[in-house]
């Protein structure tokens, strides 16, 4: 019999630890079917920071580097600029990026640094017990937020990738989702092709995915993914914000 489907290369053997339903698992594939299919596993290094992503020096089958909360792009830069030749990623949810590390993020971009950031939004804090993290909806419960996001006293959530579209080092920016197979085709699609724009030395480039949390949502899987196509997709709407090829 052919194999029609077998575990890809890019990923190590050891189980997930994520919890039932949450799509960390279908992201790390993509992630290593990418790095195979362009023949850069075996010089690839990723970043993971604080947050659910933390094991994923268990998971990714290349090296990887530990960095304190929110500092994945500083390290990322450091690993970079010493080895120009390796391919270099960081893997971050919007808990660490979009808050403690927004500096640092923005300034990566802003420098044109020659790497790529996956960057996992679930809106709200994963690991560290579902906190509201900035990119939480108007509304939306979490363990700070017991009845829900308040525009008035907090702001409005973040949209990253449009903000980051504005920066000139930003060369590649688009949103995609896994909460359905035609979105984690495209995803795959978006993460191959920021690879790509690091391989070829255009600067910088980052892939959100609006992603699912059924623990800290306090729902069930299958209810999670139909949250996200409700609620997140209206506010977050995907998309290519920035392509070198579009002369953006």
């Keep these: 019999m052919s194999t029609i489907f077998e575990r890809t290369d890019g990923l190590t053997d050891k189980q997930f630890h994520y919890c039932p339903g949450c799509t960390h698992g279908v992201i790390h594939r993509l992630v290593g079917?990418?790095?195979?299919?362009?023949?850069?596993?075996?010089?690839?290094?990723?970043?993971?920071?604080?947050?659910?992503?933390?094991?994923?020096?268990?998971?990714f089958n290349c090296d990887?580097?530990?960095?304190?909360?929110?500092?994945?792009?500083a390290v990322a830069t450091g690993i970079k600029r010493v080895l120009?030749?390796?391919?270099?990623?960081?893997?971050?949810g919007d808990g660490d990026l979009a808050s403690?590390?927004?500096?640092?993020?923005?300034?990566?971009?802003?420098?044109?640094?020659?790497?790529?950031t996956i960057f996992v939004n679930n809106a709200i804090y994963g690991m560290t017990g579902g906190q509201m993290a900035p990119t939480t909806l108007i509304g939306q419960k979490a363990?700070?937020?017991p009845y829900g996001r308040d525009a008035a006293t907090t702001g409005m959530p973040l949209?990253?990738?449009e903000m980051l579209a504005t920066i000139d080092g930003a060369?590649?920016?688009?949103?995609?989702?896994?909460?359905?197979?035609a979105g984690i085709r495209k995803a795959k699609k978006a993460i191959k092709k920021a690879f790509e724009v690091q391989i070829a030395g255009l600067g910088f480039g980052i892939v959100e995915i609006l992603s699912t949390c059924?623990?800290?949502?306090?729902?069930?899987?299958?209810?999670?993914?139909?949250?996200?196509e409700e609620n997140m997709l209206p506010y977050y709407p995907l998309g290519n914000f920035r392509t070198p090829e579009e002369g953006k």
């Design 214 to 228: 059924p623990t800290n949502w306090g729902i069930t899987p299958v209810e999670s993914l139909k949250w996200l």
């Design 64 to 73: 990887m580097h530990e960095a304190a909360h929110g500092r994945a792009p």
């Design 143 to 145: 363990t700070t937020a």
């Design 33 to 59: 079917e990418v790095l195979v299919e362009l023949g850069v596993l075996g010089k690839a290094v990723g970043v993971a920071p604080v947050g659910c992503s933390v094991l994923a020096y268990d998971y």
């Design 159 to 161: 949209r990253m990738s």
């Design 171 to 181: 060369v590649f920016v688009e949103r995609v989702t896994v909460h359905n197979v």
């Design 84 to 92: 120009p030749d390796n391919v270099v990623f960081t893997y971050q």
């Design 100 to 116: 403690i590390g927004t500096a640092e993020i923005i300034h990566a971009a802003h420098r044109g640094e020659k790497f790529t």
